[in-house]
């Protein structure tokens, strides 16, 4: 493999049976990025990774739907058998680490200060991680809210997180040999299939996911001309 996803889990708001919630992992031969934590998404990396030797985690936005399994992570890094080499780089929104200091109040050490190197995103927020250059673009979400555009070599990776459509969507998508994008619903806040095929079209190929419960997996794979990720499995981006 020289640059592919891995899905960890795609359920939306909560974990299912057999589906954690979001949850990915972006790999080239040297470098592995888990991006998104949902609930379930730790347990079904270590089919695949080591936790301590994660290069990044990247966060698209603090709902507990792509951010709860930081907190058994930091229980994992600094207390159990796992040996990271420092702090893991955390790459996130505004806030996250006062959540999560808040969240684990009392906690020592500091969370946000030992087991993860916490940055701060931005919109056009650029990271040389490994292999690979994560490029951070704001989205439309009504929170602080970040899609991804990760490159190895020339071929380019792209993710919505979560958001509604609008022209940042687009222009994330756009290029991109693989476009991973949410079908939770409808806007403002969210995509409905037609909207990620909307935005896809700059795009080689769309993959749904985070669809929404109102939806089958059919009945979006139908309305977006696109396939839905499917928990373990592994897509080549390019
Ligand atoms: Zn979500």
Not at 150 to 178: K, N
């Amino acid at each position: 493999m020289t640059f592919g996803l891995t899905v960890l889990g795609t359920a939306t708001p909560y974990p299912r049976p057999g589906n954690p919630c979001s949850g990915y992992l972006l790999r080239t031969d040297r470098t592995t990025v888990w991006v998104d934590a949902g609930p379930g998404t730790l347990a079904a990396l270590q089919h695949h990774h080591r936790p301590d030797r994660l290069d990044a985690v990247w966060i698209s936005h603090t709902h507990a739907d792509h951010t709860a399994d930081l907190l058994p992570y930091y229980y994992a890094l600094l207390f159990a058998d796992q040996h990271p080499r420092g702090p893991v780089p955390l790459f996130g929104p505004p806030g996250l680490a006062d959540r999560l200091e808040t969240f684990l109040a009392g906690a020592t050490p500091n969370p946000a200060s030992t087991a993860f190197h916490v940055h701060e995103l931005h919109d056009g927020h650029r990271a040389e991680v490994g292999d690979l250059t994560l490029t951070s673009h704001a989205v439309h979400h009504g929170l602080p809210a970040f899609g991804l555009r990760a490159t190895h070599d020339d071929a380019v990776f792209a993710y919505s997180g979560d958001t509604g459509p609008c022209p940042a969507l687009r222009a994330l998508a756009d290029g991109a040999d693989l476009f991973l994008c949410e079908a939770d619903g409808e806007g403002p806040h969210h995509c409905a299939p037609e909207d990620a095929a909307t935005a896809a079209r700059g795009a080689d190929r769309l993959l749904l996911t985070h669809v929404g419960h109102t939806l089958t997996h059919a009945e979006a794979a139908e309305r977006a001309t696109a396939p839905v990720a499917r928990p373990g499995d592994t897509v080549t981006i390019r």
